[in-house]
C-alpha cells in the first residue's frame, strides 16, 4: 500500500514540474479570427441591468511599455503581448467618452484583474481593488474631462493565497495551469443620472418574483416596472419603498382570463423582459420563473431524496467545466465561445456545467440562462493546498487527514467568507444556477458547516455542495463523491448522493496537444476505446443508481476540454476536435433521462 501512494505521489510531483519545452501555439477558431484586431468583447458586460448610454475600453492597451490586447490576460497569445509578464505591472490607455453628457455622472467599470489594481485618471487615485475574481468601479465624474483623459491601473499579482486563485500555479503542469495576470475581464465606461439604479435583486418562485431595486442611497422609493409577457402583453406595476412580490397570475389578459405564467426548464428556457423606470432612470433586465429544491423522491418514498426542479425530479447529468481556452487562457476570444460551449455539451446531452473553481463574466451565464442549462458554481479557494493530504491520499481512499486546518490564517478566513457572499451578491439573478459548491476536495478548507450556514442564509434560493468530494462535515445539501479509482460506489444516504467529479479518461489528439505530458485518469489509443471506458463507467457508477437504489441526483464527468497538460475533455483544448462519438453520448443522456422518469 504505502508502495503504491509513493509512486503516486511521485507522478503528481512529476505532473506539477514546469515543462522547458515551448507550447504548441493553439487557437480557437474564434482566436484565429482575432489576430491583429483591436476591437473585441464589444457587448454589453452586465445582462441583467442594461443602459443605453456605455462605451467599452476594451482594445490595445500599453503594459509596460509594450502593446496589450484586453481584456486577454497578457500570458495569453490573444493578449499578443511581446512582454516579459512579471508580479507588479502598469497598464496605460488614452481614451475619450462618446456622446459626453456633462449633466451625468460617469461610471468606470472593471469586470475583473488579478489580484491587486491601484487605480489612477488624470494622475488622480481613484482606489484600491483586491481579489481578481468579482467586479468593481469608481465614479469619475469629477475626474474625468471632456477630451483626452489618461488611465493607469497598477496591477499586483504575486499570487498570494490570501487571495482566490483557483487553478492557477506558478510552476504549471498536471492539474495546476498557466497563471494569469492583471486585467481578463471587460472595462468599460456608463453615463448614469444623478440617482441612479444600483442593483436589481430578483427572486423566483413559480408564479412570480420577489423583486427589490437598489439605488446608491438605499432603497428605491418608488419605480415602474414593465414586464413583458409571452403573448404579447405587458403587464405593469409600480413597487413602492424598493420592494415588493410580482404574481404574474395577477394579470388578465385581454380575453379576461388569468395569465398562466412560463416556467423555465432546461428543454424551454423561457425568459421574460423586464424594464425599470425611475424618475430619472430606466434600465432593461430578464428574469426566469422556476425552483430548485430538495424532497422525497415521491409522496409514497420520502426517504429516498432527490433535487426537483419546479418541484419535478431532476437528474443532474453533468460535466466539468474548467473555463480554460487555449488562445486566451481566462478568456475566450469572444463572448459567443462560452455559447458554442454549452451548445456543444447539450449537443452531447448534458444538462449541467459544474463551473469550476472560476467565476466567468456575466455573458457566460445569460448564454446559461438562454440556453437552459443548468450551473453548478464553484466558490474560488484560496489559501493552503497540500498535493499529498488534499489529492493523492483522498483520491485513492485515504481520507482521515480532516482536521489539519490550522494552516488557514484568519486574514485567508476572512476574505474567503467575504467574497463568497460577494459572489452570491453577483449572480443572484441567473435562474440557471441552482447550486454552487463551497469548498472543493478540501482545498483552502475550514469552518464548513459555519460557511454553508452563512451561504444558505445569505441565499436560501440555492442548494450547497459544502465539501465536493471528500472532509465532508455535518452540514450540506448532498452527500458528494470524487471516484476516480477503484470499485466504490454511491450508497443511499439521508440526503442526495451527488457524483461530483469521476471519469477523467485521457485521449491525445496529435495536432491538438499543449504539451508532451499526458494528464488524466486512465490512458485510451483510440476514440473507440475512449467511448467504451465512458460508458463502462456510466454503467458501473451512474445509471444503476438514478433515484431507485442509491438516490444519486447527478454526476459530474471530468471534463468539457482538455486543458493544458490535461487531456482528458470530451473537446480538445482548442474546441476543434470532439473526441467522442455526439450521437452516442447524446443516447446515453437519453437513457439515463428515461431512468430518472421510471423510478
Known amino acids: 500500500m504505502w508502495y503504491t501512494i509513493h509512486n503516486y505521489v511521485l507522478w503528481g510531483k512529476c505532473c506539477m514540474m514546469k515543462e522547458n519545452s515551448t507550447n504548441y501555439e493553439l487557437y480557437t477558431e474564434a482566436g484565429e479570427r482575432l489576430k491583429g484586431c483591436e476591437r473585441v468583447w464589444q457587448k454589453y458586460p452586465r445582462p441583467q441591468l442594461r443602459r443605453a448610454n456605455w462605451q467599452s475600453l476594451n482594445g490595445i492597451w500599453e503594459l509596460d511599455g509594450k502593446s496589450v490586447r484586453v481584456p486577454f490576460p497578457p500570458e495569453s497569445l490573444l493578449a499578443e503581448y511581446e ?50 475574481y468579482l467586479p468593481f468601479s469608481f465614479d469619475i465624474s469629477e475626474t474625468m474631462t471632456e477630451k483626452d483623459n489618461r488611465l493607469v491601473v497598477k496591477v499586483i499579482d504575486e499570487l498570494n493565497k490570501d487571495y482566490p486563485y483557483g487553478k492557477q500555479c506558478k510552476n504549471r503542469g498536471g492539474m495546476w495551469y498557466t497563471p494569469t495576470s492583471g486585467i481578463w475581464q471587460s472595462v468599460w465606461l456608463e453615463q448614469v443620472p444623478g440617482r441612479y439604479i444600483k442593483e436589481l435583486k430578483i ?19 418608488r419605480a415602474k ?12 406595476t409600480d413597487v413602492i419603498g424598493g420592494q415588493d412580490y410580482i404574481d404574474l397570475r395577477s394579470h388578465r389578459t385581454e380575453d379576461g382570463s388569468v395569465y398562466e405564467p412560463r416556467l423555465w426548464n432546461t428543454k424551454e428556457p423561457y425568459l421574460y423582459r423586464m424594464v425599470v423606470e425611475t424618475k430619472e432612470d430606466r434600465v432593461e433586465s430578464y428574469f426566469a420563473l422556476r425552483t430548485i429544491e430538495i424532497k422525497g423522491i415521491s409522496p409514497d418514498n420520502q426517504e429516498t431524496a432527490c433535487v426537483c426542479l419546479n418541484g419535478e425530479p431532476l437528474f443532474m447529468h453533468g460535466v466539468l467545466d474548467q473555463g480554460y481556452f487555449s488562445d486566451g487562457i481566462y478568456t475566450p476570444a469572444e463572448e459567443e465561445e462560452y455559447e458554442r460551449d454549452i451548445l456543444r455539451m447539450k449537443e452531447l446531452g448534458f444538462n449541467l456545467l459544474r463551473k469550476h473553481i472560476k467565476i466567468e463574466p456575466e455573458c457566460f451565464y445569460y448564454y446559461c440562462d438562454k440556453h437552459g442549462m443548468l450551473v453548478m458554481q464553484d466558490m474560488v479557494n484560496n489559501g493552503d493546498y497540500n498535493f499529498v493530504m488534499d489529492t493523492a491520499l483522498p483520491t485513492i481512499g485515504i481520507k482521515k487527514y480532516l482536521n489539519r486546518r490550522k494552516r488557514i490564517t484568519q486574514v485567508q478566513k ?22 454552487y459548491t463551497i469548498f472543493n476536495e478540501g482545498w483552502g478548507q475550514f469552518d464548513a458547516d459555519r460557511m454553508y450556514a452563512i451561504a444558505k442564509k445569505a441565499d436560501p434560493s440555492r442548494l450547497y455542495d459544502a465539501t465536493s468530494g471528500w472532509f465532508a462535515e455535518k452540514d450540506s445539501d448532498f452527500d458528494s463523491l470524487h471516484i476516480y479509482f477503484g470499485p466504490k460506489k454511491p450508497v443511499k444516504k439521508k440526503r442526495p448522493v451527488f457524483l461530483s467529479e469521476f471519469g477523467g479518461y485521457s485521449y491525445r489528439v496529435e495536432g491538438h496537444i499543449f504539451s508532451g505530458k499526458n494528464y488524466g485518469y486512465g490512458t485510451c489509443r483510440s476514440e473507440e476505446e475512449l467511448w467504451e471506458r465512458i460508458y463502462a463507467r456510466y454503467n458501473e457508477l451512474v445509471t444503476p443508481y438514478v433515484y431507485i437504489t442509491a438516490g444519486l441526483c447527478g454526476s459530474i464527468y471530468t471534463q468539457l476540454s482538455d486543458v493544458e497538460d490535461e487531456i482528458n475533455g470530451l473537446y480538445t483544448y482548442d474546441r476543434k476536435v470532439c473526441k467522442v462519438d455526439k450521437k452516442k453520448m447524446k443516447h446515453m443522456a437519453d437513457n439515463l433521462y428515461k431512468w430518472q422518469l421510471h423510478r
Request: hydrophobic share 35%.
Open 225 to 236: 416596472v414593465a414586464i413583458y409577457l409571452h403573448n404579447g402583453e405587458v403587464l405593469t
Open 203 to 221: 427572486t423566483p418562485d413559480l408564479h412570480g418574483i420577489h423583486l427589490e431595486i437598489r439605488e446608491e442611497e438605499g432603497m428605491c422609493e
Open 414 to 435: 476572512e476574505f474567503f467568507e467575504e467574497h463568497m457572499c460577494r459572489t452570491l451578491e453577483l449572480l443572484h439573478n441567473h435562474p440557471c444556477i441552482i447550486a
Open 83 to 132: 512582454g516579459v509578464c512579471k508580479e507588479h505591472m502598469t497598464y496605460r490607455k488614452e481614451f475619450q467618452l462618446n456622446n459626453y453628457d456633462r449633466t451625468k455622472r460617469t461610471l468606470l467599470h472593471f469586470q475583473a484583474v488579478d489580484q491587486i489594481a491601484d487605480v489612477y485618471l488624470n494622475d488622480v487615485y481613484l482606489g484600491r481593488h483586491e481579489g481578481g
